[in-house]
C-alpha cells in the first residue's frame, strides 16, 4: 500500500498549490503550467467526490480518505513521468492530511500521516482567502476561511516546508509566484554545476 502512495523518481522540480477551498489553486495551476510548457497534476479528490456526489448526494467519509490519496499520487506519478522539468501539483497528501484533521476531529489515516511528511516538493505555494468564495457542490466552508488558511499555513511552519504566500488579484500572484519559481530554478540549475 506504502508504494502506491510513495512519489517515484522524478527530475522534475515539483511546486504545489496548497490551501484552502477556492482560493485560486486550479487556475494558477494551469497558468504556470502554461507559462513553463509543462503539466499540472489535477486535484484527484474533486473529481472523486464529485462523481459520489453526482451519483448519490453523499459527502467526502474518512473511509475516502485512502482511494482518494492514491488517485492523487497515481496522477502526479504519471505526469512527472513527461513534464518538462517542472512539474505543478494542484494538491498534495500534506493536503489531504490538513482536510483530514479538521473533518475528523485530528484523526488522519496512519499511511496518509506518514507518506504525506515523506514525499519531497521544492516549493509551496499558499493562496490566500482573498479571492471571491465560489460556491459548489462540495465547498463547505464558507465562515471559516481564514481559520482554514491558518490550518494550512501552521501545517507548512510545523514540517519547515518552503513556501510562499499568494495574496491579490490574478495577475499579482501569478507575478510573484512566476518570480519565486524562475529563483528555484536558477538556484537547482546552479546546484548542479
Known amino acids: 500500500m506504502e508504494e502506491k502512495l510513495r512519489q517515484q523518481p522524478s527530475n522534475s522540480i515539483k511546486v504545489v498549490l496548497f490551501g484552502p477551498e477556492s482560493t485560486g489553486k486550479t487556475t494558477l495551476s494551469k497558468e504556470l503550467a502554461q507559462h513553463y510548457n509543462t503539466l499540472w497534476v489535477p486535484e484527484y479528490m474533486r473529481e472523486y467526490l464529485q462523481e459520489k456526489w453526482d451519483a448519490s448526494k453523499q459527502v467526502c467519509t474518512y473511509d475516502d ?81 481564514e481559520e482554514m488558511f491558518m490550518r494550512f499555513q501552521e501545517s507548512l511552519e510545523q514540517y519547515n516546508l518552503p513556501y510562499i504566500t499568494l495574496k491579490g488579484d490574478k495577475k499579482s500572484r501569478l507575478k510573484k509566484a512566476i518570480t519565486s519559481i524562475d529563483l528555484l530554478i536558477k538556484k537547482k540549475s546552479e546546484y548542479k554545476r
Open 65 to 145: 480518505l485512502l482511494p482518494i490519496a492514491i488517485g492523487q499520487m497515481k496522477l502526479e506519478n504519471e505526469l512527472a513521468k513527461t513534464s518538462n522539468k517542472i512539474l505543478f501539483c494542484d494538491t498534495n497528501l500534506l493536503e489531504l492530511k490538513v482536510y483530514s484533521e479538521v473533518y475528523y476531529e485530528g484523526v488522519v489515516p496512519e499511511i496518509i500521516n506518514k507518506i504525506s511528511l515523506e514525499n519531497v516538493y521544492d516549493l509551496y505555494l499558499l493562496t490566500y482567502i482573498d479571492t471571491p468564495w465560489i460556491p459548489d457542490d462540495l465547498r463547505d466552508k464558507p465562515q471559516e476561511r
